[in-house]
């Protein structure tokens, strides 16, 4: 008669066998559920696009109607440093295989595809990717009506990634989205209340020698900046600093100059009226006297101010 096997041996393989099965079951799921994440994440990022560009409405829109308004934008390759597109044949000649595949944060993990920043480096991001993808929105006469340009910077807890959007004139703001960061909610990650996003709408990136003239103010309100969010100041002052960087020279400037110049535009900020409609809805009492001198103010209730404040632009809400 054989001897029985001690419990310990049975214990052991019973449990090794279930380890196997698990990590098998664990590793089909994850492969299985992988292309599902990475569409999730597509839309999530395609989603936010739209956000900053104004064109989507949480409350209503399907994910159907961000595949379809999605189809708006063109997705271009620039050349940060020269300011221009990267046809399919420069794509190549990089080492870009597909600009729509193409991911400029995974770029400055890759040597040839980015640079150091070295001591310049105030959004805290290390590397710059030299070639960004932007998203493009031409009107019917095939003039840039609108960009979407993604940036990151360093917050207070990892680094924020998110998109800005500029109208066809290449400095006022349309609108912004943050899609990704590590703040803490109720404090940094109060970055994503469209209350706070909407003061960005209507202020002038540039002055009118083409210096960047915005950002996040952290010690009161300043004329064409953004109010500081209280009780988040250090997330504040990234979005700041990652805003300066990507509408600086290091960034998007000698690309936004580029196309300004293509369509025959310039930095024009005589029309003030935008931003301080935006001011006045979100009820910032400090930049309220900006708004009382305006007709057009007066001839409408608070309420009905965003869809004002566009058409002082001569553009669309
Ligand atoms: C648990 C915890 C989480 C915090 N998260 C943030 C944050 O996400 N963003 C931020 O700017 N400050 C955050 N702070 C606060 C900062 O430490 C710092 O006090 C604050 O940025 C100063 O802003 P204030 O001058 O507006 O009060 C956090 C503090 C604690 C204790």
């Not at 709408?201 to 009161?220: K, N, P, R």
């Not at 025959?264 to 009492?285: H, M, W």
Request: hydrophobic share 35%; net charge negative.
């Amino acid at each position: 008669m054989s001897k029985p096997k001690s419990n310990n041996t049975k214990t052991i393989s019973v449990a090794l066998t279930l380890c196997l099965v698990c990590s098998v079951l664990v590793s089909a799921a994850a492969v299985g559920l992988k292309p599902a994440q990475v569409e999730n994440a597509r839309l999530d990022r395609n989603k936010n696009i739209l956000v900053a560009a104004g064109m989507f409405d949480p409350a209503s829109d399907t994910n159907e109607d961000v595949a379809e308004r999605f189809k708006d934008f063109d997705v271009e390759i620039v050349d940060l440093n020269a300011g221009n597109y990267l046809d399919d044949d420069a794509l190549s000649a990089v080492g870009i295989a597909d600009r729509n595949t193409y991911d400029a944060s995974q770029a400055t993990k890759n040597q040839a595809l980015s640079e150091d920043l070295g001591d310049n480096d105030p959004a805290s991001i290390g590397r710059k990717p030299k070639y960004a993808k932007v998203y493009v929105k031409n009107d019917d006469a095939g003039k840039p009506e609108m960009v979407v340009l993604p940036i990151q910077g360093y917050g207070l807890w990892g680094t924020i990634y998110g998109f800005l959007t500029l109208e066809g004139d290449m400095n006022t703001i349309k609108g912004i989205s943050f899609y990704e960061h590590k703040e803490t909610p109720g404090l940094g990650a109060r970055i994503e209340e469209p209350k706070w996003r909407a003061m960005w709408t209507g202020i002038h990136s540039y002055d009118e020698s083409g210096d960047v003239a915005t950002g996040v103010s952290t010690s009161g309100s300043k004329e064409n900046w953004v109010d500081g969010i209280s009780g988040a100041t250090l997330t504040s002052r990234g979005v700041s600093n990652m805003i300066q960087f990507w509408l600086g020279e290091q960034g998007y400037k000698p690309y936004l100059d580029h196309v300004r110049e293509e369509s025959g535009r310039t930095i024009d900020n005589s029309d003030v009226q935008a931003k301080q409609v935006s001011y006045k809805k979100l009820g910032q009492s400090s930049h309220q006297n900006l708004a009382q001198n305006s007709a057009q103010q007066q001839a409408h209730p608070v309420t009905e101010l965003a869809s004002i404040a566009p058409a002082a632009n001569g553009k669309e809400a």
